[in-house]
């Protein structure tokens, strides 16, 4: 599943040539992927003849601001992809369920085979109407996420987000102290930190040299201030890398290019492999049946 990391390449790939284009048509053939909405037909009326003027990211969510005031919600589930073309002649991949064409030429694709992910136009909630935002969310004291949700009442559910909130160390430890599910369960719980799965949780804590079966509530001040830095450092450098692309090769950028950052990884889909830290065999455990993978030795 993309993650934070592969939805910010994704968001920055497409923010340099989308923003200021104009959707001519909105086509959908796989009315699953904005089942939010009532129709195809709603959708595309919703999105047809609106300008982009933002490419944001909450999460794993994609934002477009539109200039009417909706924004274009775009979630790549599972095995999501969106894939630049330069026009109808360039051959549609398989499962390309919505196209998208620009006034100012070129299209925009949306393929997903398992068509877990989707697309919907948020309308901001009238003004005054009652709106509850994440209380983790609000522990925020800076950035650009506590708008967004506002903005966006699909996702004001969502927890803190890495990049698009601020929250200092301190504030994270009274997040984790008020937890007492395992670590890895709090770090990949959409309502409480967006952005994490699978990959970076394990990534994160093998960086911080934590078990992932350590209830959070367990942790020192140490552990905490140690696992807060990680989380920042290994999204970081999975961004640098444009994110993870594993074997089945579902995730790619706009441009088909798979990431990189599947070369730097030290414990994820390593299972018997030596450690590159201690040389013990990596681990592989289950977590909500879920695969999880860790060193024995490196992480307490």
Known sequence: MPELPEVETV????????????????????????????????????????????????????????ENGTHLVVHLGMSGQLLRAKGPKDPKPKHTHVVFTFVQGGELRYVDPRTFGELYVSTPLPEGSDLE?????????????????????????????????????????????????????????????????????????????????????????????????????????AIKHGGTTLDDEQFVDPDGKPGSYQQFLQVYNREGQPCYQCRLPITRGMVRQRSTFFCEKCQS
């Open 133 to 237: 935002i994440s209380k983790f969310a609000r522990l925020s004291i800076g950035g650009d996420g506590l708008g967004l949700r506002r903005e966006i009442p699909e996702l004001a559910h969502l927890g803190i987000d890495p990049f698009e909130d601020q929250i200092g160390w301190d504030r994270f430890a009274a997040i984790l102290r008020s937890r007492s599910t395992s670590l890895k369960v709090v770090l990949t719980d959409q309502d409480i930190i967006a952005g994490l799965g699978n990959i970076y949780a394990d990534e994160t804590l093998f960086a911080s040299g934590l078990r992932y079966d350590r209830s959070a509530e367990s942790l020192s001040t140490i552990e905490i201030r140690r696992l807060h830095r990680a989380i920042t450092e290994i999204l970081t450098n």
């Open 11 to 66: 968001r920055a790939s497409l923010a340099r040539d989308l923003i200021g284009k104009k959707v001519k048509t909105a086509v959908v053939t796989n009315g699953r992927v904005v089942r939010r909405h009532k129709s195809a037909k709603e959708f595309r009326f919703a999105i047809e003849g609106h300008t982009i003027k933002t490419a944001q990211r909450l999460g794993k969510n994609l934002i477009f601001a539109l």
